[in-house]
């Protein structure tokens, strides 16, 4: 026995301790007082380190899952064996699933520059690591893991009463608690897996020492003394499995039962002793594990944002808002003022409600000197709006060099934008000078050349500059009134349909879309109306005039027989007759929608009721109307919009300021426009749609950058589908436009009104199913842009034919000139590869061909890129490629449709720019025409026949640029003729049979490429 004892101390001696592993969060159990009294002194003791340091959470994090990982794999394989567990390995077995997807939410929710952010410890066991997590540890020690909402703001509560904590630390409690809990988790199974490893250490020692007894006992002494030598641990669970193992197996092993003994009693233990402290440690164990793995299941069912309000200082501070309408605002837009003194806190040094108490401050100076009605007596002033600037001076910011940028950009918006485009575009204008100069010198048609070059070029600096905006400059949602709950009457909104009466099938699909976008937005105070015309007739009335009119009527009457309340009509109908138009020589409805609307709004303030010749619904609710969402009919109302625009209308910073020396709203908004997204049954009505969806442009027209001027210039652009103020619009609106000449009023309108793109908030509408209907929607646009074209001039037309000074801002001349210069864009493009190929200069016919292919593909390459590498977070890098490759095969498809049908769109620009120019100052007639007999063909296009009648210019214009081409040389002739055999296949017919899955049908399919393919049905694809 001696002899085992010298050898164990030298074992000792030469062998390093092993490091125990950390004891489970299991402090003594407090009370919600005691909670409250510790968290007290723990503030009182914490000492913060003014230094960022390493994230070293997600380190811990990392460790946290091996080690869990490796515990589940050791009792798994246990109980493959039939090995009895432990009840904590037993609980952890069980909601193992529930860590693994505890630990992946931590891991997106924990970013890696969040150590940066949160104040970190100087000092104690958690030294390096952020304040919060110390909170969250300490919670759950004295809690025995049992986390809710009701102790943790008790605890944070009590701790904030002598150290406020930051909104960052209040937002990271949640995250901290879980990583605290999976910390604890880690804990507890490192104690199950040791029980666990010390039960399969008690099994090989026990035998080795039966195959000893077995052999000869003087090896037993032998197998002893290595077992002495190597130290096992004395746990309950080895003691119990080793002697149990041993125990009745021969007088051999009477020794080694003796040597346990004395182990035993060295450390003054006994194996009933060991038992009942392994039987309180494992229940212990079981008691942490369930409450740690309960408490888990429990964050995510804690409404975080209640707490961080009920904590957080500055929000106590904003609440003092003199305005008095911080507390009735939406979650995400108090959340957006609290993040903006946050922000300034962080760039002066001062104390977050320190800063919102100045906020408030300067608004209550403001509510004193201009009243409780202005904007500036309202506390978001200051902290996002024009105020932000002397809020600022208050806190003394410390201004960095992006910063100062960032200011100054945001200060001359309108002069950086444009003169970031002008510098690109005299750029590219720049490479093409020299190549240009070498066709003829200074001939004037040289100079042409390279004009249409610059044009070209001009849009391909629009997607790029677009670009870097859309990376430099953070997004600028509006603020919004929470009107979840309904909406109060001052703000009762009227949802307005202008459409036509064509026949009875509409009819019946216009009131069944009306009651739809009733069901998804039902309010008291939201009212739904249709505004009918007839269509144009050669005579002031037809046959089915009063048989339409009559079902229109009683399909409204219907819906309030069947939705209304008792005291009002929730359904309205308000028909206009049609008048004589001297100019279109027909009868029709005054000036078309915007006419329509002009006299709605009108009759909303006590207007004459003479243009409406049917109103059907109650006339009294008709002056209450403060706002009116107008929407086309194709376009669909998604659940409770309409509160949120409404909401996003009433805030008093959207609320229109209207000055009448300018005849413009300078202040706020009178128009919203929402998102309009294409919808999803739209977007798969064919191969063309599928290509075009999902991609809104920064106006109707493009799809470069979906929030642009709203980002960079807090104004939008609006597209005839939104909410308007009444009274403001009237004032900015009402009698300034000339009659029979504004196609697309929506531009001018919103530049008078002054509108804004409400970027969450969406508004499903329709899209062309084929290329040819796309190119008649553009063709009307097109047309609409270049009528109002006279507002560029200092002086525009009245309605009385007089002209007036142009009060347009500088931002609203741009977007009505960018929109001239986009109808530009393709014909130049087309005008310039052809005029270069009709040179015929061989060295320099390449050159227009790859100049082409450069101005459609940079921006799409560039475009790419920035999406390969900004991977969101919590997307793995596979699922991040693939998603990048699909996106740049569609991009790429666009450009080669785009290239391939660029004759073909190049001469319905030119003729839409043609038409208007001549009719403007000549005839006058057809200005207002919305759906023309050459649209009704060219959307018939079906089949390979209608398509070449319809594109037949293509290969018109494709074969003389291929004979050009045959003429260089074989290195031009290849790189020319190769893109112009692109150019002209738009007009090439190519057959594709295909067959139609019906049985029934058998159909010869021949397909434009790489156009539209014209097919039989939705269904008709293999």
Same mark, same amino acid.
């Given at each position: 026995? &001696?002899l085992l004892?010298r ?5 000792r ?12 969060l299991r402090?003594e159990?407090f009370?919600?007082e005691?909670?409250s009294r510790h968290?007290?002194a723990?503030?009182?003791?914490h000492?913060l380190d003014? @230094?960022p ?8 994090l990392?460790? +946290? %899952?091996?080690?869990l990982?490796?515990?589940y794999?050791?009792?798994i394989?246990a109980?493959? %064996?039939?090995?009895? $567990?432990s009840?904590?390995g037993?609980?952890l077995?069980?909601n ?5 997807e505890?630990?992946r ?7 890696r520059t *969040?150590?940066? &952010?949160?104040?970190?410890l100087?000092? /104690?066991?958690?030294? $390096?690591?952020p304040?919060v997590?110390?909170?969250?540890l %300490?919670?759950?020690a004295h809690a025995?893991g ?9 605890f944070?509560?009590a701790?904030? #009463?002598?150290?406020?904590?930051k909104l ?6 949640p ?15 490192a ?7 010390d039960l399969q ?12 007894a077995?052999e000869?006992?003087a090896?037993?002494l ?5 077992m002495?030598?190597s130290e096992?641990?004395f746990s309950n669970?080895?003691v &119990? ?12 092993l009477?020794?080694?039962d003796s040597?346990?003994?004395?182990r035993?009693?060295e450390q003054?233990?006994?194996r009933?002793?060991l038992?009942r ?6 229940a ?6 369930g +409450? ?6 429990g964050?995510?069912a804690i ?14 501070a904003l609440?003092a808002?003199?305005?008095?309408v911080?507390?009735d605002?939406d ?5 957006r003022y609290?993040?903006?003194? %946050? ?9 977050e409600d ?5 906020a408030v401050e300067l608004?209550?100076?403001a509510?004193?000197?201009d009243?409780l009605r ?14 932000r600037?002397q ?12 910063r100062?940028c960032?200011r ?7 002069a *950086?934008?444009? /003169?970031t485009?002008a510098?690109i575009t005299a ?5 093409l ?5 070498r066709?003829?010198?200074?001939a004037w048609?040289?100079?042409l050349?390279?004009a249409l070059?610059?044009v070209?070029a001009s849009?391909?600096?629009v997607?790029?500059v ?7 400059? #953070?997004?600028?949602p509006?603020p919004?009134l929470?009107?979840?709950k309904?909406?109060p009457?001052?703000?009762r909104t009227?949802v307005?349909?202008p459409?036509?009466?064509?026949s ?12 739809i976008r ?10 739904f109306a249709?505004l009918?015309d ?5 005579a002031?009335? @037809?046959?089915?005039d ?7 009527c ?5 819906l309030?027989?069947?939705h /209304?309340?008792e005291?009002?009509?929730v ?7 049609r008048?004589w ?9 005054y000036?078309r929608?915007?006419?329509?609307? &002009?006299?709605f +709004?009108?009759?909303? !303030? ?10 059907v619904?109650?006339?009294a609710l008709?002056?209450?109307?403060r706002?009116?969402l ?7 109302l998604? !659940?409770?919009a309409? !509160?949120?625009?409404?909401?996003t209308?009433a805030?008093?910073?959207n ?5 009448p ?5 300078v202040?706020g908004?009178a128009i919203?426009?929402p ?7 739209a977007?798969?009505?064919? !191969? ?5 969806? /999902?991609e809104a ?11 642009l001027y709203q ?6 652009s ?5 909410? *308007? ?9 009402a009698?300034?436009f000339?009659?029979?000449?504004i196609?697309s009023?929506?531009l ?8 804004a ?9 329709d899209?062309p ?5 796309e ?14 074209a006279?507002w560029?001039?200092p ?6 034919? @007089?002209?007036?000074p +142009?009060t ?6 741009w977007?009505i000139?960018d929109n001239?210069?986009?109808s530009?864009?393709?014909p ?6 052809l005029g270069g190929?009709a040179?015929?200069v061989?060295a320099?016919t390449g050159?227009w061909?790859?100049l082409?292919?450069?101005l ?7 475009t790419?890129l920035?999406?390969?590498?900004r ?7 596979a699922?991040?490629?693939v998603?990048?490759c699909? #996106?740049?095969?569609?991009?790429v498809?666009?450009?080669a ?13 030119l003729?839409?720019i043609i ?9 006058r007639?057809g200005?207002?025409?919305?759906h023309t ?9 079906k089949?390979?026949?209608n ?5 037949w210019?293509a290969?018109?214009?494709?074969a003389p640029?291929?004979c050009?081409s045959?003429?260089s ?5 290849w ?5 112009t055999?692109?150019?002209?296949t ?7 049979w295909?067959?139609c ?12 490429w ?12 293999n």
């Amino acid at each position: 026995m &001696e002899l085992l004892h010298r050898k164990r101390r030298k074992y000792r001696r030469d062998q390093p301790r092993a490091r125990a592993p950390d004891m489970p969060l299991r402090d003594e159990l407090f009370s919600d007082e005691q909670l409250s009294r510790h968290a007290v002194a723990l503030a009182a003791q914490h000492r913060l380190d003014p @230094q960022p340091g390493p994230n070293r959470l997600l380190l811990q994090l990392a460790d +946290n %899952e091996q080690a869990l990982i490796q515990a589940y794999d050791m009792m798994i394989g246990a109980e493959a %064996e039939g090995r009895r $567990g432990s009840p904590a390995g037993e609980w952890l077995l069980d909601n193992f699933y529930l860590v693994e997807e505890q630990i992946r939410m931590a891991r997106l929710h924990l970013p890696r520059t *969040y150590s940066y &952010e949160l104040p970190r410890l100087s000092h /104690g066991a958690t030294s $390096g690591f952020p304040r919060v997590y110390d909170i969250a540890l %300490e919670l759950i020690a004295h809690a025995d893991g049992r986390v809710d909402v009701e102790n943790v703001r008790h605890f944070v509560a009590a701790y904030q #009463s002598v150290s406020p904590l930051k909104l960052g630390e209040l937002w990271a409690v949640p995250i901290m608690l879980r990583l605290g809990l999976i910390e604890n988790l880690r804990r507890v199974s490192a104690h199950v897996a040791g029980r666990r490893r010390d039960l399969q250490l008690a099994q090989q020692w026990a035998d080795r020492l039966l195959a000893a007894a077995d052999e000869h006992p003087a090896a037993v002494l032998r197998v002893l003394a290595e077992m002495a030598e190597s130290e096992p641990p004395f746990s309950n669970a080895f003691v &119990e499995e080793f002697c149990g193992r041993l125990q009745g197996q021969g007088p051999a092993l009477a020794t080694v039962d003796s040597w346990v003994q004395h182990r035993l009693a060295e450390q003054g233990l006994t194996r009933m002793r060991l038992q009942r402290a392994d039987t309180r440690i494992q229940a212990a164990d079981q008691v942490s594990i369930g +409450n740690s793995i309960g408490s888990l299941r429990g964050l995510n069912a804690i409404d975080w944002r209640n707490f961080v309000e009920a904590m957080s200082g500055v929000e106590q501070a904003l609440r003092a808002d003199p305005m008095g309408v911080y507390a009735d605002m939406d979650f995400v837009t108090r959340d957006r003022y609290r993040h903006a003194a %946050e922000a300034l806190a962080r760039q002066s040094g001062t104390a977050e409600d320190a800063v919102a108490r100045a906020a408030v401050e300067l608004a209550a100076d403001a509510c004193r000197r201009d009243g409780l009605r202005a904007r500036t007596a309202h506390v978001g002033y200051y902290l996002i709006d024009r105020g932000r600037a002397q809020l600022e001076r208050a806190v003394r910011v410390r201004w960095s060099f992006r910063r100062s940028c960032a200011r100054w950009v945001r200060r001359f918006p309108v002069a *950086y934008y444009v /003169g970031t485009l002008a510098a690109i575009t005299a750029a590219v204008a720049g490479l093409l000078l020299e190549p240009v100069r070498r066709l003829a010198g200074d001939a004037w048609w040289v100079w042409l050349i390279l004009a249409l070059g610059v044009v070209a070029a001009s849009q391909m600096a629009v997607t790029l500059v677009n670009l870097a905006i859309n990376l430099l400059i #953070s997004p600028r949602p509006l603020p919004r009134l929470d009107f979840s709950k309904g909406i109060p009457p001052t703000a009762r909104t009227m949802v307005a349909i202008p459409t036509l009466l064509t026949s009875a099938r509409a009819i019946a699909d216009l009131v069944e879309s009306l009651e739809i976008r009733y069901l998804g937005n039902r309010d008291p105070n939201l009212f739904f109306a249709l505004l009918t015309d007839f269509r144009d007739a050669p005579a002031a009335a @037809q046959d089915d005039d009063a048989d339409l009119l009559r079902l229109a009527c009683d399909g409204i009457r219907a819906l309030n027989a069947k939705h /209304g309340c008792e005291h009002a009509s929730v359904f309205h109908l308000f028909h206009r007759p049609r008048v004589w138009n001297p100019y279109e020589r027909l009868w029709m409805g005054y000036e078309r929608k915007r006419g329509k609307l &002009e006299q709605f +709004n009108a009759l909303l !303030r006590g207007g004459s009721r003479e243009p409406f010749s049917e109103i059907v619904g109650d006339p009294a609710l008709l002056s209450t109307m403060r706002y009116v969402l107008t929407l086309d009919t194709d376009t669909a109302l998604p !659940r409770n919009a309409a !509160r949120r625009l409404v909401g996003t209308m009433a805030h008093p910073l959207n609320r229109p300021s209207f000055d009448p020396a300018t005849g413009r709203v300078v202040e706020g908004y009178a128009i919203l426009q929402p998102r309009t997204p294409i919808g999803l049954l739209a977007a798969h009505r064919s !191969r063309f749609a599928q290509l075009s969806a /999902g991609e809104a442009g920064i106006d109707p027209y493009t799809r470069e950058v979906s929030d642009l001027y709203q980002d960079l210039f807090a104004e939008g652009s609006y597209v005839g589908k939104g909410i *308007y103020d009444v009274d403001a619009f009237r004032q900015a609106t009402a009698g300034r436009f000339p009659e029979n000449l504004i196609l697309s009023h929506d531009l001018v309108e919103s530049g008078y009104a002054r509108s804004a793109l409400v970027t969450d908030v969406e508004l499903h509408e329709d899209h062309p199913a084929s290329f040819a209907a796309e190119m008649s929607r553009r063709h009307r646009w097109i047309r609409g842009d270049w009528q109002i074209a006279g507002w560029l001039l200092p002086r525009v037309l009245g309605p009385s034919g @007089q002209r007036a000074p +142009n009060t347009l801002t500088a931002l609203a001349w741009w977007k009505i000139f960018d929109n001239l210069r986009r109808s530009l864009v393709t014909p130049a493009l087309f005008l310039l590869l052809l005029g270069g190929w009709a040179l015929a200069v061989p060295a320099l016919t390449g050159f227009w061909t790859m100049l082409a292919l450069v101005l459609l593909l940079l921006p799409v390459g560039v475009t790419s890129l920035v999406e390969l590498i900004r991977k969101p977070r919590g997307r793995a890098w596979a699922i991040h490629r693939v998603a990048t490759c699909k #996106s740049v095969g569609r991009q790429v498809a666009e450009a080669a449709l785009a290239l391939g049908t660029l004759p073909y769109r190049a001469v319905v620009h030119l003729d839409a720019i043609i038409v208007s120019a001549g009719r403007m100052p000549f005839t006058r007639r057809g200005l207002l025409l919305w759906h023309t007999p050459r649209y009704a063909r060219r959307n018939d296009c079906k089949t390979p026949a209608n398509f070449f009648a319809e594109m037949w210019v293509a290969p018109l214009f494709g074969a003389p640029a291929n004979c050009s081409s045959a003429r260089s040389r074989p290195l031009a002739r290849w790189s020319g003729s190769n893109a112009t055999g692109d150019i002209s296949t738009t007009g090439t017919i190519r057959a594709r049979w295909r067959r139609c899955r019906r049985s029934t049908c058998r159909v010869s399919i021949a397909a434009i490429w790489p156009g539209p393919w014209p097919h039989c049905g939705a269904d008709c694809w293999n």
